[in-house]
């Protein structure tokens, strides 16, 4: 099967840098899209930044010019470098990963979460 590993959450001060990595192994062939989506206290989950094979970006808006996400295909890892972090960024984020080719069949993944906490 596949997993999808995350690592780099954390404490961090207002206006502090966090990078957040993620990889995914098993028996894949290929993956789509990966990305990082986030969820808070009370609140939904929501997408953070997403990057496709074709390397197409998509980012929510609260997080566009402080976040930047970037992959490296052969080792089917995803990176969020996230700077000038601010509280309201404070949740649990995830790692996603979908149209995962693995036997001729697609699938979606998600990681398991990892705590990141803005807070002085």
């Known amino acids: 099967q596949v997993q999808l590993v995350e690592s780099g959450g954390g404490l961090v001060q207002p206006g502090g840098s966090l990078r957040l990595s993620c990889a995914a192994s098993?028996?894949?062939?290929?993956?789509?899209?990966m990305g990082w989506y986030r969820q808070a206290p009370g609140k939904q989950r929501e997408l953070v930044a997403t990057?496709?094979?074709?390397?197409?970006?998509n980012y929510a808006d609260s997080v566009k010019g402080r976040f930047t996400i970037s992959r490296d295909n052969a080792k089917n890892t995803v990176y969020l470098q996230m700077n000038s972090l601010k509280p309201e960024d404070t949740a649990v984020y995830y790692c996603?990963?979908?149209?995962?080719?693995?036997?001729?069949?697609?699938?979606?993944?998600w990681g398991q979460g990892t705590q990141v906490t803005v807070s002085s």
């Open positions: 990057l496709t094979s074709g390397s197409s970006t």
């Open positions: 996603y990963a979908g149209g995962v080719r693995v036997f001729g069949r697609l699938h979606d993944y």
């Open positions: 098993g028996s894949i062939f290929s993956i789509n899209a």
